[in-house]
């Protein structure tokens, strides 16, 4: 369930020295502590520290204040998304703002409590979350002069996010619509989806399409020996793989999907020698000669595959592979800073993201053995003291409440990928045709997940420079509307 977790692209603080606007230097690395509230309905049970960064380097008096939270992960080595490495520096240096990173509660060393018990655990919500930036942005005196008198109304803030934490974003301005001024949303997950077989519609559709033939062919033979109950068959093929000992064939149908999950890792600079682009040259390059686009064909796909997976998988832990074996520590490990933890019981309770395979009738890439319930089932095997059988997540409750795809607020500026696998849980879906406005645009790139947020991705990609560009443009235009409470 979590290889395919939707993070950023990590990017730490640059080499180059910055330098604060009364030229003193800046240290972006410097880690700063907010007294959060542990809960937003029960202001009584006091405060946890909150942690986060912050460049000041292009400030001036009547600039924006720029805030994100990079999400799901343990923001320190994130500091780069300070600077103008990133869409939130570039709008810093051309608004003269300030950027900030905060980090999400139960995620890395911001933790309301000393464990990740399903109790505690209690108090990660979408709803916490979104609070969470309100409190900050609403009551942290900030560490640069002049930092205390730059709350919203004193200043423009601008809400940026990516992926989940561009979902965030758009639900913080529906949520909370009187707090941010404008706000960025790069492959924001706006929807929440409890069968998301979307997320492998884009990599099937621009992966090469005789790779793409070829393990469709290997899917679709282990689905016909799954179907008419050939065990000795899925065994042959395990152990081509070298995973004749990985006894569930769900595991063994999830393993393969490892090869897939290399595509969210791809960025508009990253070349030929990408792991998934390996993965497709050692099933379709023979002699020298590469396939055609109907693929080699089912024999050599899987003997070529199971080469890769030997060669190139095989030495990382085999039993990652199972979810049957609950005693493991991965599902019993309630200490703090376990990332895939706290993304779980998200995804378990409010908006599911389940990579399963896709209705009969459509091209797969992924078994058919693959349901909701194989994820859901580890929800069990993670928290089996808040559910006793797999959950279904609310994403129907949670699209309401936070408006998903219809979501309509003025000053959001929404930037996607083409070849995002996460693309179909975004304004830029299938078939959604939600029409982009001045009031809240919706661009589009050739890119990759959350590719516009890095400024370099623009110097080598023209699409996702034109979506900087006009990002740019708007949030020029936005806050030069913006006033100051009387």
């Not at 300030?98 to 990660?124: C, M, Q, V, W």
């Not at 081509?240 to 999950?261: E, R």
């Not at 078939?431 to 959350?450: A, Q, R, T, V, W």
């Amino acid at each position: 369930m979590l290889r395919g977790m939707q993070s950023l692209p990590k990017l730490s603080a640059p080499q180059r020295s910055i330098i604060s606007p009364n030229g003193t230097a800046l240290d972006i690395t410097t880690v700063y502590h907010f007294d959060q509230l542990i809960d937003h309905d029960n202001p009584g049970l006091g405060t946890f520290k909150q942690r986060y960064w912050m460049n000041w380097e292009c400030y001036k008096p009547g600039g924006p204040i720029i805030l994100m939270t990079p999400g799901e992960v343990d923001a320190d080595g994130y500091e780069g998304y300070t600077t103008n490495d990133t869409i939130n520096g570039l709008i810093a240096q051309q608004q003269n703002g300030a950027a900030i990173l905060i980090e999400h509660r139960f995620f890395g060393y911001s933790n309301p409590y000393d464990n990740l018990t399903p109790k505690s655990l209690a108090l990660l919500t979408i709803q916490q979350a979104i609070d969470d930036l309100v409190y900050f942005a609403t009551t942290a005196d900030l560490p640069m002069p002049g930092g205390d008198a730059v709350k919203p109304g004193q200043a423009p803030w601008i809400l940026i996010g990516g992926s989940y934490s561009g979902g965030l974003t758009s639900w913080t301005m529906v949520n909370k619509p009187k707090i941010f001024w404008a706000a960025y949303a790069s492959s924001a997950v706006v929807e929440a989806i409890t069968d998301f077989y979307g997320y492998f519609t884009p990599i099937r559709e621009y992966m090469p399409q005789n790779c793409s033939s070829d393990v469709q062919a290997v899917v679709a033979y282990l689905d016909e020996m799954f179907t008419v109950n050939d065990t000795a068959g899925i065994q042959t093929l395990k152990e081509t793989f070298g995973l004749g000992d990985v006894v569930h064939v769900d595991d063994f149908a999830s393993a393969l999907l490892y090869t897939l999950y290399e595509w969210q890792s791809l960025q508009p600079d990253v070349g030929p020698g990408a792991m998934f682009f390996q993965f497709c040259d050692a099933l379709e390059v023979k002699n020298g000669v590469s396939a055609g686009p109907e693929g080699w064909g089912l024999e050599h796909a899987i003997y070529s595959w199971g080469n890769f997976w030997n060669t190139t998988y095989y030495n990382s832990a085999r039993t990652c592979l199972g979810t049957y074996n609950t005693s493991q520590s991965y599902w019993t490990d309630v200490t703090v800073n376990n990332p895939t933890r706290s993304w779980f019981w998200i995804v378990c309770n409010q908006v599911g993201w389940y990579q399963v395979s896709p209705p009969e009738g459509q091209p797969a890439i992924v078994s058919r053995i693959l349901q909701p319930i194989y994820e859901e089932r580890q929800c069990v095997n993670m928290f089996p003291q808040a559910f006793a059988y797999p959950p279904h997540p609310t994403t129907t409750q949670t699209d309401t409440m936070y408006a998903g795809w219809n979501v309509n607020v003025p000053r959001l500026f929404f930037a996607n990928g083409l070849r995002d696998p996460w693309r179909e849980a975004t304004v830029s879906a299938d078939g959604l045709n939600k029409p982009s406005d001045p009031n809240m645009p919706i661009y589009e790139s050739d890119g990759f997940h959350c590719s516009d947020l890095i400024t370099e991705n623009g110097y080598v990609d023209p699409t996702v420079a034109a979506v900087q560009e006009a990002a740019l443009m708007y949030m020029h235009e936005w806050l030069a509307e913006w006033k100051p409470n009387a």
